[in-house]
């Protein structure tokens, strides 16, 4: 199988040092203590809204098969979406790569000789590195979403899909503020910091030449493009500047209107808890004549970047079916304590540790699927079932495989690979294969016991060193059994 | 440098074959006729009191204000809630379903109808227009959503822009759910540039979990009930 080449995306170098980045964060009892709470607050919400187990068990088997369903008739409804939405007047651009995806983007910014871009909530621009490369190209761009706002004014990226800035506190924010906006006065009140943010963005949005968006649903029968948020900045930008610019996965389109209310309904309470969100937003046209507002032109890009090398595999296609409501990580103990910016990838968390491995090859991110604990919480609050922990194992499986074992399924196959470790499984295979070299490895290993190092890398850097037994247990018990045959004869 | 609009359409068209390629190697010979049965759950019906007071209950837990009233009434009940919040400006849409109500409203408040394309008007309309009045196509019991269904006479930012946002809502038009609305109004046959489902007044968590009104769409968002 090809895979392309391209320029890495920043996130591979930061996703390479996972473990770096770990002991970093895990050191910082602040941001440990921002993860809890917001944790347990997510958890918490989410539980509360869904009354009906029975009802929670028919939809997610119901949205499932929904979205198995679009993904066995991806292609062709792709095509189909970009018909409809040609005839409805919005142009589609395709893009293999982040960078082919950019180039676009920008090229669209320039014919209008946009210079201001506003931006609402787009995890796949984030995946682009989209707002570093118009800025190259002096396009001022500005985060509209007011967790986003904050991730930017603080120059990091997000570290939840859901909640951008979930890892920053209130006090933190208001310093932030204090630092950045001319005449604000810091406060920690968090209505206070919002206006703020809102007088900041609506200036911004009044003046923007164009407007970028994600998309949550493209609907392939109307050509209609599906935002789910709460706070109007969605709205905003796809609705008040000339040129509104979506982009989103091809993984996102679904087949029929009808199918949008289940996956919404449960895309929301997933999420946040929330029975809808406060705006559900349908874009299926630019302005037509005689309308007042709205764009004149609407453009949506359509992004591969390795979804299309899951989508080559029975299993790790399951990993498309994905509706990013984020619940995988508010559930994951993993997440909760190593925080979002560990991963050191745009998407965190399990779902991250899932579609990183295609978007930035087995190289840069081999540690990440053994970052679990295989507990299986994120498994049974997918709302699309998608079996993560059976996922995760498989990519650690193409991590470890032959660099060059056939077929090639994932870019990086082997990256994870180590001779000693292979080496080591290979001596246990013919160890366990054998009765009679096992007893006698055995007794080797209980004899010489005190040959056991005290010191076992990475194993006894928080734990002690494991010490076999005197003798087996095998031994053990065949004393035992001989024990009691022996008082049986003499009480006979 | 940047690409010119050729380059990207060459980069576009390799990528969309390239991609649509090896998507359909993977799906040829499907038979989309043995695809298993999706299943939807069988929600209970209810009574119209009890959707009412559903769509109602979900309005209110996301803090928008349901007045209920008549169109006769409503003029009314607009000039109090403006005199209230300090407000003497009113942006409302040519829409003839309340045309009464705009005549009615004349000679009580400064009335300014969006008869004006946005593209010279955004300062104004971001920073004069403290209020709007707008009609809905209909509505959404379990969920306490409202149906904004924007044309020629009401544009986009009408109900998006201003802080305060009057909403006309019939509740003869009370669909259950978003689901059998969306099956009985054959949505898929006619969509409009734009449709919004609106369930409270703009919000964020995004500070600390702490839930703050007035994000970047309207701070309130004041419901008008009528024909209960």
Same mark, same amino acid.
């Given at each position: 199988?090809?895979?392309?080449?391209?320029?890495?995306?920043?996130?591979?170098?930061?996703?390479?040092?996972?473990?770096?980045?770990?002991?970093?964060?895990?050191?910082?009892?602040?941001?440990?203590?921002?993860?809890?709470?917001?944790?347990?607050?997510?958890?918490?919400?989410?539980?509360?809204?869904?009354?009906?187990?029975?009802?929670?068990?028919?939809?997610?088997?119901?949205?499932?098969?929904?979205?198995?369903?679009?993904?066995? +008739?991806?292609?062709?409804?792709?095509?189909?979406?970009?018909?409809?939405?040609?005839?409805?007047?919005?142009?589609?651009?395709?893009?293999?790569?982040?960078?082919?995806?950019?180039?676009?983007?920008?090229?669209?910014?320039?014919?209008?000789?946009?210079?201001?871009?506003?931006?609402?909530?787009?995890?796949?621009?984030?995946?682009?590195?989209?707002?570093?490369?118009?800025?190259?190209?002096?396009?001022?761009?500005?985060?509209?979403?007011?967790?986003?706002?904050?991730?930017?004014?603080?120059?990091?990226?997000?570290?939840?899909?859901?909640?951008?800035?979930?890892?920053?506190?209130? +006090?933190?924010?208001?310093?932030?503020?204090?630092?950045?906006?001319?005449?604000?006065?810091?406060?920690?009140?968090?209505?206070?910091?919002?206006?703020?943010?809102?007088?900041?963005?609506?200036?911004?949005?009044?003046?923007?030449?164009?407007?970028?968006?994600?998309?949550?649903?493209?609907?392939?029968?109307?050509?209609? !493009?599906?935002?789910?948020?709460? =706070?109007?900045?969605?709205?905003?930008?796809?609705?008040?500047?000339?040129?509104?610019?979506?982009?989103?996965?091809?993984?996102?389109?679904?087949?029929?209107?009808?199918?949008?209310?289940? !996956?919404?309904?449960?895309?929301?309470?997933?999420?946040?808890?929330?029975?809808?969100?406060?705006?559900?937003?349908?874009?299926?046209?630019?302005?037509?004549?005689?309308?007042?507002?709205?764009?004149?032109?609407?453009?949506?890009? !359509?992004?591969?970047?390795?979804?299309?090398?899951?989508?080559?595999?029975?299993?790790?296609?399951?990993?498309?079916?994905?509706?990013?409501?984020?619940?995988?990580?508010?559930?994951?103990?993993?997440? *909760?304590?190593?925080?979002?910016?560990?991963?050191?990838?745009?998407?965190?968390?399990?779902?991250?540790?899932?579609?990183?491995?295609?978007?930035?090859?087995?190289?840069?991110?081999?540690?990440?699927?053994?970052?679990?604990?295989?507990?299986?919480?994120?498994?049974?609050?997918?709302?699309?079932?998608?079996?993560?922990?059976?996922?995760?194992?498989?990519?650690?499986? =193409?991590?470890?495989?032959? +660099?060059?074992?056939?077929?090639?399924?994932?870019?990086?196959?082997?990256?994870?690979?180590?001779?000693?470790?292979?080496?080591?499984?290979?001596?246990?295979?013919?160890?366990?294969?054998?009765?009679?070299?096992?007893?006698?490895?055995?007794?080797?290993?209980?004899?010489?016991?005190?040959?056991?190092?005290? +010191?076992?890398?990475?194993? *006894?850097?928080?734990?002690?060193?494991?010490?076999?037994?005197?003798?087996?247990?095998?031994?053990?018990?065949?004393?035992?059994?001989?024990?009691?045959?022996?008082?049986?004869?003499?009480?006979? | 440098?940047?690409?010119?609009?050729?380059?990207?359409?060459?980069?576009?068209?390799?990528?969309?074959?390239?991609?649509?390629?090896?998507?359909?190697?993977?799906?040829?010979?499907?038979?989309?006729?043995?695809?298993?049965?999706?299943?939807?759950?069988?929600?209970?019906?209810?009574?119209?009191?009890?959707? #009412?007071?559903?769509?109602?209950?979900?309005?209110?837990?996301?803090?928008?204000?349901?007045?209920?009233?008549?169109?006769?009434?409503?003029?009314?009940?607009?000039?109090?809630?403006?005199?209230?919040?300090?407000?003497?400006?009113?942006?409302?849409?040519?829409?003839?379903?309340?045309?009464?109500?705009?005549?009615?409203?004349?000679?009580?408040?400064?009335?300014?109808?969006?008869?004006?394309?946005?593209?010279?008007?955004?300062?104004?309309?971001?920073?004069?227009?403290?209020? &709007?009045?707008?009609?809905?196509?209909?509505?959404?019991? &379990?969920?306490?959503? $409202?149906?904004?269904?924007?044309?020629?006479?009401?544009?986009?930012?009408?109900?998006?822009?201003?802080?305060?946002?009057?909403? $006309?809502?019939?509740?003869?038009?009370?669909?259950?759910?978003?689901?059998?609305?969306?099956?009985?109004?054959?949505?898929?046959?006619?969509?409009?540039?734009?449709?919004?489902?609106?369930?409270?007044?703009?919000?964020?968590?995004?500070?600390?979990?702490? #839930?703050?009104?007035?994000?970047?769409?309207?701070?309130?968002?004041?419901?008008? #009930?009528?024909?209960?």
């Amino acid at each position: 199988m090809k895979h392309i080449i391209e320029e890495e995306s920043k996130y591979a170098a930061s996703a390479k040092a996972f473990r770096a980045n770990v002991a970093r964060d895990l050191g910082n009892e602040e941001l440990r203590s921002n993860f809890r709470g917001a944790m347990d607050y997510l958890m918490d919400k989410r539980k509360g809204a869904f009354s009906s187990e029975d009802e929670l068990e028919v939809l997610r088997e119901q949205c499932k098969l929904i979205k198995q369903r679009c993904l066995a +008739k991806l292609p062709h409804l792709l095509e189909q979406l970009e018909g409809n939405l040609e005839k409805n007047g919005i142009k589609v651009h395709w893009a293999e790569t982040i960078t082919q995806a950019n180039e676009i983007i920008a090229q669209l910014i320039a014919e209008k000789k946009g210079k201001s871009v506003v931006k609402g909530k787009s995890m796949v621009s984030e995946e682009t590195a989209l707002n570093d490369y118009l800025e190259e190209r002096n396009v001022e761009c500005l985060e509209s979403d007011m967790g986003e706002y904050i991730v930017q004014l603080a120059k990091e990226h997000p570290s939840h899909i859901i909640m951008p800035a979930i890892h920053q506190n209130k +006090k933190q924010v208001a310093k932030l503020f204090a630092d950045n906006i001319e005449g604000f006065e810091y406060s920690t009140d968090v209505d206070i910091l919002i206006q703020q943010g809102r007088e900041v963005l609506r200036n911004k949005f009044c003046q923007a030449d164009v407007g970028i968006s994600g998309v949550n649903f493209a609907v392939a029968e109307t050509g209609t !493009l599906c935002l789910v948020e709460n =706070e109007g900045n969605g709205r905003m930008c796809t609705t008040i500047p000339d040129l509104h610019i979506a982009i989103t996965g091809i993984e996102k389109v679904v087949e029929h209107l009808s199918d949008v209310p289940p !996956l919404l309904s449960l895309l929301t309470r997933s999420a946040t808890g929330q029975a809808i969100s406060t705006y559900f937003n349908m874009i299926s046209s630019a302005r037509k004549p005689g309308e007042k507002d709205g764009p004149q032109e609407v453009h949506l890009v !359509l992004l591969d970047n390795g979804r299309s090398q899951a989508f080559a595999d029975e299993e790790l296609k399951q990993t498309l079916q994905c509706i990013r409501c984020g619940a995988c990580m508010n559930h994951c103990p993993v997440y *909760t304590r190593i925080g979002g910016h560990a991963y050191g990838t745009v998407y965190p968390g399990p779902i991250g540790k899932m579609v990183s491995p295609h978007m930035l090859g087995l190289e840069a991110t081999t540690n990440l699927p053994t970052a679990s604990t295989l507990c299986g919480a994120c498994g049974e609050v997918c709302p699309v079932k998608i079996p993560i922990p059976k996922i995760l194992l498989r990519l650690r499986q =193409e991590s470890v495989k032959p +660099k060059s074992q056939q077929p090639q399924v994932m870019k990086g196959q082997g990256a994870g690979r180590s001779s000693v470790e292979a080496l080591i499984w290979k001596v246990w295979a013919l160890v366990h294969k054998s009765p009679k070299i096992y007893a006698l490895s055995m007794w080797g290993l209980t004899r010489f016991r005190f040959l056991m190092p005290k +010191k076992l890398g990475g194993w *006894t850097s928080v734990r002690t060193a494991p010490k076999p037994a005197a003798t087996t247990l095998h031994e053990r018990i065949n004393a035992k059994q001989k024990k009691a045959k022996q008082s049986q004869q003499e009480r006979g | 440098m940047t690409n010119t609009k050729a380059d990207i359409k060459a980069i576009s068209n390799t990528a969309r074959g390239n991609i649509l390629a090896k998507l359909k190697a993977e799906v040829s010979g499907a038979d989309y006729e043995k695809l298993p049965e999706e299943v939807p759950f069988n929600y209970p019906t209810f009574s119209r009191e009890e959707n #009412l007071a559903q769509f109602i209950s979900e309005l209110e837990k996301n803090h928008a204000q349901v007045i209920k009233t008549t169109k006769a009434n409503m003029a009314e009940v607009i000039s109090e809630q403006l005199k209230a919040l300090n407000i003497t400006k009113l942006l409302y849409g040519e829409n003839d379903s309340h045309r009464e109500v705009i005549t009615a409203l004349d000679s009580k408040v400064d009335l300014q109808a969006y008869d004006f394309s946005i593209d010279n008007n955004k300062g104004m309309l971001f920073n004069e227009c403290p209020a &709007a009045l707008s009609s809905s196509r209909c509505s959404i019991a &379990a969920t306490g959503s $409202i149906v904004l269904w924007p044309d020629e006479n009401e544009p986009r930012s009408l109900t998006l822009v201003p802080p305060v946002h009057f909403v $006309i809502v019939d509740a003869n038009e009370l669909h259950a759910d978003f689901a059998s609305l969306m099956t009985s109004q054959q949505w898929q046959d006619k969509l409009p540039t734009n449709v919004v489902l609106v369930s409270g007044p703009s919000k964020t968590a995004d500070i600390q979990q702490t #839930l703050a009104y007035g994000a970047h769409g309207p701070k309130a968002l004041i419901v008008l #009930l009528i024909n209960i």
